[in-house]
Every structure is written in structure tokens, then in C-alpha cells.
């Protein structure tokens, strides 16, 4: 077992914990452990005959409200920072991020467009519209079967901004509706379902899984043309990570909007830890991606209680400094991706 596994392991467990047991409304230890106890038992004795005996007072709060917030920003965070330590190896830029391919664009666009129609249909619209985004940005890219990277970015940039333009002409034409779309925009983990936490430990434990085994490619990609020259299909593993890239990042928005620079930041913190090699990057990206973002969502919940932040402007207090420190870093010839 690795060294950095228990540690992160247990820094993963820490902060879910936390992240329940605080919140707007206060509640003990004990409050805690008897529902997590009690909804454990309630859901066995859906398979076996047992009796979870009598539900604890804040069982609601704790098993309803609470653990799939947690669980799910655990999750998403796993998703974005795996997503976004793939994008600066395919990109071999270490300034990318899961949004620069346009799925974030994208998904402000499905989201608005929803919204016009009802607002139950902006999570699953803006689903949709990430993956035609992804589409339209991989056709433009695409030059004789291969996927040259810079055609990408750039794809990527130039769909964004189109995408953007008509999303704000959507909300400036349409005030009484835009409110609910600025709250999604922002990123929130409010009113998560177990259903969102099902979906997302699926597409998020397959996508890291995936990634972690093809760690060899990850660091044969960095080396761009000359891994042709070791045996690597350089232009087919190009196009199987964008497409990981895209279906982490895509559901993650699905499910709780737009949350920026968790797949920045993550990378980058491990990567001077542990060093530039995917075999340990990687997964240990994954799991400290999740702890900072159910850390983020805890601040969210308690910093201006009981006001709830969206949880996209706390990335974005913790993100935007570490971004201009890379970026100085960067421009002194320091940063690798």
C-alpha cells in the first residue's frame, strides 16, 4: 500500500464527516452517529428482515439532507480534479482545466434554454448540451482522424465564447427567469438526491478507474509526438481521454452545476507532493479533489449562516489567488504540466 493512500483515506473520511456534522443547524455527535446508524439499518432491512428500531430525531436532517450533499460533492470533486489532471496532460499546458473543451459553456447554454421551457429541465438539458458542445468541439478539431491539441484549446475557446454570448442574451431577455439559472451557475450542492450520488459513484468511480489504469498513457501523451516513436496510438488515446474528460465533467454539472477550479487546483497541490508521475497523480488527484471540494461545501453551509453560498464562489475565493500564484509560476518557466 502506498504511503499517501491512508492519509488521504483518512483526510477523505475527516472531512465527509465534518461536512455533516456541521451545518446550519447544529447538531451533537450523538445526533449524528444514531442516524447514520439508523439509515444503515433501515436500508438492510430492505434485503433482510430486521428491525431499525425507532428513527432518531434529526435522522431527516442527517440521512435526507446532509449525506447526499456530502457524498455528492465528494464525488464531484473526485470527477473534476480527475478530469482536470487528464486536460493538462493531454493539453500538456499546466493552466488547463475539465472546462476548456466548452462543456461548461455548453451546459450554461442547456440550462438557459431549459429554463425557458421548465425549470425541471435545466440539470438534464444542460446534460444534453454538453455532449453536443463536446461534439460540435471535437468535429471542428478534428483534422484527418487525428486530434491536434491546439486546434482543440482553441475549438474549445471560440465555442465558449458563442456558447456564453447566447446564454446572457437568454437571461438579459428573460430577467423573472434568469434567477434560478445565476443560483445554477454558481455551483450548488442544495437539495442533493440519492439518486444524483447514485449516478455520480458510477460515472465517477468508472472514470477514475479507467484513468488510473491507463496511467503509462497519461505520462507517454505528456511527451506529445515523439510517444508515437515508443509505441503509443498517440491520436486514438487523445481522442478516449477527451472523451473521459468530457463525460466526468459533463455529469458532474448535471448534478451540481458549475463549480471552477477544483480540476485546476488539485493536480497542481498533489503534483508537488508526489511528483509528475500518473501512477500515484492520479488517484491521489481523485481523492484530494473530493476532500477540497466537500471542504468548500462546508464553508459554503456555515460561513454566512443560515444563508447557504453557492459553492462556486468559495472555489472560486480559494481558486482564483492559486491560479494567479501558477500563472507567476508559469511565466518564470517553473510550472510543468
Known amino acids: 500500500m502506498r504511503k499517501w493512500l491512508p492519509s488521504l483515506i483518512t483526510l477523505s473520511l475527516l472531512s465527509i464527516l465534518m461536512g455533516?456534522?456541521?451545518?446550519?443547524?447544529?447538531?451533537?455527535?450523538?445526533?449524528?452517529?444514531?442516524s447514520l446508524s439508523y439509515g444503515i439499518k433501515l436500508t438492510l432491512s430492505h434485503f433482510i428482515n430486521t428491525n431499525p428500531g425507532k428513527e432518531p430525531n434529526y435522522f431527516i436532517i442527517v440521512w435526507q439532507l446532509r449525506l447526499p450533499e456530502v457524498l455528492l460533492a465528494y464525488l464531484v470533486g473526485m470527477s473534476l480534479a480527475s478530469a482536470g489532471v487528464t486536460s493538462q496532460a493531454l493539453f500538456r499546458n499546466p493552466l488547463a482545466d475539465p472546462y476548456i473543451i466548452g462543456i461548461s459553456s455548453g451546459a450554461a447554454l442547456g440550462s438557459a434554454i431549459g429554463l425557458l421551457i421548465n425549470p425541471l429541465y435545466m440539470a438534464?438539458?444542460?446534460l444534453v448540451f454538453s455532449f453536443i458542445?463536446?461534439?460540435i468541439v471535437y468535429t471542428i478539431a478534428r483534422t484527418d482522424g487525428a486530434l491536434?491539441?491546439?486546434?482543440?484549446l482553441l475549438a474549445g475557446i471560440a465555442y465558449g465564447?458563442?456558447?456564453?454570448?447566447?446564454?446572457?442574451?437568454?437571461?438579459?431577455?428573460?430577467?423573472?427567469?434568469?434567477?434560478?439559472?445565476?443560483?445554477?451557475?454558481?455551483?450548488?450542492?442544495?437539495?442533493?438526491?440519492?439518486?444524483?450520488?447514485?449516478?455520480?459513484l458510477g460515472v465517477s468511480l468508472l472514470g477514475v478507474a479507467f484513468l488510473t489504469w491507463r496511467w503509462r498513457e497519461l505520462n507517454l501523451i505528456l511527451l506529445g509526438e515523439e510517444s508515437i516513436a515508443l509505441g503509443l496510438d498517440l491520436?486514438?488515446?487523445?481522442?478516449?481521454?477527451?472523451?473521459?474528460?468530457?463525460?466526468?465533467?459533463?455529469?458532474?454539472?448535471?448534478t451540481s452545476g458549475i463549480i471552477g477550479f477544483v480540476g485546476l487546483i488539485s493536480p497542481h497541490i498533489i503534483r508537488l507532493i508526489l511528483g509528475p508521475n500518473h501512477r500515484e497523480l492520479t488517484p491521489a488527484t481523485a481523492l484530494f479533489g473530493g476532500t477540497l471540494l466537500v471542504t468548500a461545501d462546508l464553508l459554503?453551509?456555515?460561513?454566512?449562516?443560515?444563508?447557504?453560498?453557492?459553492?462556486?464562489?468559495?472555489?472560486?475565493?480559494?481558486?482564483?489567488?492559486?491560479?494567479?500564484?501558477?500563472?507567476m509560476k508559469h511565466k518564470r518557466g517553473e510550472l510543468i504540466a
Open 124 to 126: 438534464p438539458s444542460a
Open 161 to 200: 465564447f458563442l456558447a456564453n454570448a447566447i446564454t446572457w442574451y437568454i437571461y438579459v431577455t428573460h430577467p423573472q427567469e434568469s434567477h434560478l439559472g445565476w443560483m445554477w451557475l454558481l455551483g450548488s450542492f442544495n437539495g442533493s438526491t440519492w439518486k444524483d450520488v447514485g449516478i455520480m
Open 133 to 135: 458542445s463536446v461534439f
Open 148 to 152: 491536434p491539441v491546439d486546434t482543440l
Open 20 to 34: 455533516i456534522y456541521f451545518g446550519p443547524v447544529s447538531l451533537s455527535f450523538s445526533d449524528v452517529t444514531s
Open 235 to 254: 491520436h486514438l488515446y487523445r481522442k478516449v481521454f477527451f472523451g473521459v474528460i468530457a463525460t466526468l465533467t459533463a455529469f458532474a454539472v448535471y
Open 300 to 327: 459554503a453551509r456555515t460561513l454566512a449562516k443560515p444563508t447557504i453560498i453557492p459553492v462556486g464562489i468559495v472555489t472560486a475565493l480559494m481558486g482564483a489567488p492559486f491560479f494567479l500564484y501558477l500563472l
